[in-house]
Nanobody
Framework: QVQLVESGGGLVQPGGSLRLSCAASGFRLDLYRIGWFRQAPGKEREGVSCTSSIAGSTSYADSVKGRFTISRDNAKNTVYLQMDNLKPEDTAVYYC????????????????WGQGTQVTVSS
């Protein structure tokens, strides 16, 4: 019941776009910071983006800045990650996670994670 579920991943050509969704159940998503992380094959999980609970502030990894946009729809209890101009190096499993306090790139500071959604960028 208390969970995060990612969706929206898939196969896309370089330069294409995808919008990922992170839907929360069993708790109010608007009370938490929500971070997006990704893990490519053979690599460690890395922070991608994060959005605050109510202030609307956002942060992005340098590798995605200017291409990705994080947003939330509190009425739908959902956070989104709009990904534009995708590159092959964006290929990874993308996860969303919640944090009670301010955004952080430290995975251990998030107390709930989704199951992940696969994003593949290839010609």
């Amino acid at each position: 019941q208390v969970q995060l579920v990612e969706s929206g991943g898939g196969l896309v050509q370089p330069g294409g776009s995808l919008r990922l969704s992170c839907a929360a159940s069993g708790f109010r998503l608007d009370l938490y910071r929500i971070g997006w992380f990704r893990q490519a094959p053979g690599k460690e999980r890395e922070g991608v983006s994060c959005t605050s609970s109510i202030a609307g502030s956002t942060s992005y990894a340098d590798s995605v800045k200017g291409r990705f946009t994080i947003s939330r729809d509190n009425a739908k209890n959902t956070v989104y990650l709009q990904m534009d101009n995708l590159k092959p190096e964006d290929t990874a499993v993308y996860y969303c996670a919640r944090r009670l306090n301010r955004c952080s790139a430290l995975e251990a500071s998030y107390d709930l994670w989704g199951q992940g959604t696969q994003v593949t960028v290839s010609s």
